[in-house]
């Protein structure tokens, strides 16, 4: 027979219904960014925020949004033409740290990173980032590699995360 898990062990967290995110933080990073929501382009990639804002992170809308269960998926700039920019950082991230979305319905979901990996474009393994492992999960990605001027840069950081908390709206928990 099999032991009963501890009671220690943490419950199960719900997924949040859908609502698209608004604001990502990560405070290690000091990153407090505005989300825009993205949609693929016509080679059906996901394109990055507009250069001219590079504090701006977007948030891909047709798949789920954070907190809810599958992978949601936010991309940043690492630089622009005007130097570093919101996810410049993203490769320091370690395992652990905590990263925050808010969103339209006041919510918070809470990610903890798990891994940072690096990847060659042309080695871009989408069912590894974007795959659905069953519960609530967040990529951030950003451009990485080496750079050249012609085809921009040769490879991506991703920092995969999964859902350990989620706060309710500040009005509606001090009802509680």
Not at 108 to 115: F, G, L, P, S, T
Not at 136 to 146: A, H, V
Request: net charge positive.
């Amino acid at each position: 027979p099999k032991a009963a898990p501890p009671s220690s062990a943490a419950p199960r967290l719900r997924p949040l219904p859908r609502s698209r995110a608004t604001r990502l933080v990560i405070g290690f990073l000091d990153v407090d960014a505005p989300v825009m929501s993205l949609r693929l382009d016509r080679e059906r990639r996901l394109p990055a925020p507009p250069d001219d804002d590079a504090n701006r992170v977007g948030w891909y809308e047709a798949g789920p949004s954070p907190g809810q269960r599958g992978t949601a998926v936010a991309v940043g700039h690492l630089d622009t033409g005007s130097g570093p920019a919101v996810f410049a950082g993203l490769a320091e991230v370690r395992r652990g740290r905590l990263v925050e979305v808010t969103r339209a319905d006041g919510r918070v979901a809470v990610y903890a990173v798990d891994a940072v990996k690096s990847y060659e474009k042309d080695h871009f393994p989408n069912r590894e980032v974007y795959g659905d492992r069953g519960r609530p999960e967040l990529r951030l990605i950003t451009c990485g590699g080496d750079y050249d001027r012609r085809t921009g840069y040769s490879g991506n950081v991703v920092v995969f995360a999964h859902l350990v908390e989620t706060r309710e709206p500040p009005a509606k928990a001090a009802r509680r």
